[in-house]
C-alpha cells in the first residue's frame, strides 16, 4: 500500500546475512551507550519486554557504515536516537494487535531467509516439459532486519526467488532488491524508515513519523529519493522486469546469464513517472500497452491513471476524482475499458491521533465501480456503478459482454473488508465472484461463482494472453486454512465447476503461476508453477503441473528454504536476450 513516508516526502537485530556484494560484513553486535553516531541503543532488557521469535535462519549483522556527520549532525543524531529509544521502551509495554505482531505475521515460513548465489543443477523429479525455456521469478517481504516494533507482513524488503530452466536443468538464486530504502539501511546497520502498515498507527506512528522527517532535514538519511519496498508485483515490459509496491516507482531487476539477479536501480520510465505506481499494472496482450493506476493518501487527486505504449511511451495522466483517499490494489481491462474500484477501504489520517490506525473501513461509504474508455481524456467519460458491500483485493479479469450491454468483473470479494490490515473478530472470508455492470441502465449486479463450495480463493490468475477478453478459466489459490495456501483450484468460469490441486502432508504454497502453452491453442494449456513448502521436512520445492488434467509434471527440489510470498512472472529465454 502506499506509505505516508512516499505521500509525505518524494542498535537493531539484523536477520539473514546479505551477499558480499552489497559492501556488508559480518560484526558482532555489542549493547553499548550510543556515541556520536546514528546507531540506536536497543538494549536487551528493552527486546525481552516484548519476545520475539527466533528466526529459522541463523544471521550475522552486516556492516553498518557510519556517515560522515559534522558536529550540529551528531547532536541532532544524539537527540533523535535518544528519543527513539524511549518510544521504542514505551512500545514494549503495549500489546500489539495480530496484524502488526511479528511473531504472527512473519512466523514459521513467513520468515525471512538469506539472499542465495546461483545453485545450479538442482534435482528433478519427473520432467521438465520441453516448452518451457525462461526463468519464473517470484516476489515476496523478507525483511532484513528483525522489526523492533509493529511489523506487517507487507511491510517486508523485497525479495525475489528466480529458477531458470534451460534444456530441462533448473538452477535457484534468490536475492534482494536494492531499493534506496534498505540501502540506506544497511549502510546503517539497522532499519530507520517507518512500516508502512505495522507501525503507522497511533501515537506512536506520528511520532515515528516525526522522527523521519527529523532525521530527513538533519542529513541523517535521504527521504526524498523513494521508501518503497518493491516486495509484490512483478511485470516484464519493454524489455526490462520490473519489481513493485504501490508506494514507490518500480525498481528494474536484470536476469543474468547465470541465472542471477541484480537491481538496476527505480526506474522512472526515462524521467516520465513522477509518482509511485500500483503493485498491478496490466499489460494488454494484443496491443502491448502496460496501463497503470497511482493513488495518494495526502493530497488530490487521490488517484491518476496512465498508460504506456509498447516501447515506454507514457500517456498523459488522467486525474480521477474521489471524495475520500482510497486503497486501491488491483483494477481490471477489457478491450476497450479501465474498470476502476472505489471501494470501502479508506485512509483517515485522523484516525491516529485518536490512536487508531489510518487503514480503515468506511461503513458509510457506498463501494462502486468506474467503467473508463481506455483513450478517455477527461473524467466525466467515466461511468460509475454502485456496487454495494463490494471489496475486492484482486481483480482477476474483466470483459465485454456486447450482447447483453454489460462488462462482466470477475475478482475475489473480501470480508470484513479491512481484515488484511486491522484485526477483526470475524474469520476473513474471500468469495469468488462476478460482477455485472450494465452500461446501459448503469446497474451492477453480484453472485457467487461457486454455489455449492465455501472455500477461500485468492491470489491467483487467467491465462494472461487473454486478460481483459472473456476468459473461461482461472486458477487460484485454496487459501485454507487461512492465510496458509493449501493448494489451487482451476475454477469454470461459465460452469461454476472446481477442480482442485491439493500439495498434501504439510504442504503449503502461494500463487499459482500460470504459463501458456506455446501455439495459442486452447484456453488452458499450459503449466502451473508453485511455489511450495514441506512444513514438516521443512524443505521447499517448485512444482510444475500440466493445467489441462492437474497432473504434476516435475518437481524442482530447491536448496533452501522460499518463504511464502506474493506475486511472480515467468520471462522466456528468448526475451531475455533482448533485456536492458
Known sequence: MVSLLAMSMT?????????TDLGFKPITRRSKIIKCTVQIDVTTDLTQKRQLFTPKTTATPPRHNPLRLNIFQKAAAIAIDAAERALISREHDTPLPKTADPRVQIAGNYSPVSESPVRRNLT???TIPECIDGVYVRNGANPMFEPIAGHHLFDGDGMVHAVKITNGSASYACRFTKTERLVQEKRLGRPVFPKA????????????LMLFYARGICGLINNRNGVGVANAGLVYFNNRLLAMSEDDLPYQLKVTQTGDLQTVGRFDFDGQLKSAMIAHPKLDPVTKELHALSYDVVKKPYLKYFRFSPDGVKSPELEIPLETPTMIHD???????????????????????SGKSPVVFDGEKVSRLGIMP??????????????????????????ESPETEEIVVIGSCMTPADSIFNERDESLRSVLSEIRINLRTREATRRALLVNEDVNLEIGMV????????TRFAFLAIADPWPKVSGFAKVDLFTGEMKKYIYGGEKYGGEPFFLPGEGGGNEDDGYIFCHVHDEEKETSELQIINAVNLELEATIKLPSRVPYGFHGTFVDSRELVDQL
Open 124 to 126: 528433478v523429479e519427473g
Open 331 to 353: 483494477f481490471a481491462i477489457t478491450e476497450n475499458f479501465v474498470v476502476i474500484p472505489d471501494q470501502q477501504v479508506v485512509f483517515k489520517l485522523g484516525e491516529m491521533i
Open 197 to 208: 502498515i505495522g507501525e503507522l498507527h497511533g501515537h506512536s506512528g506520528i511520532a515515528r
Open 374 to 399: 481506455k483513450d478517455a481524456t477527461d473524467a466525466s467519460e467515466i461511468i460509475w456503478v454502485n456496487s454495494p458491500e463490494t471489496f475486492c483485493f484482486h481483480l482477476w479479469n474483466a470483459w
Open 11 to 19: 542498535g537493531a537485530k539484523t536477520w539473514p546475512q546479505t551477499h
Open 463 to 470: 491465462n494472461r494472453n487473454r486478460l481483459g477478453r472473456k
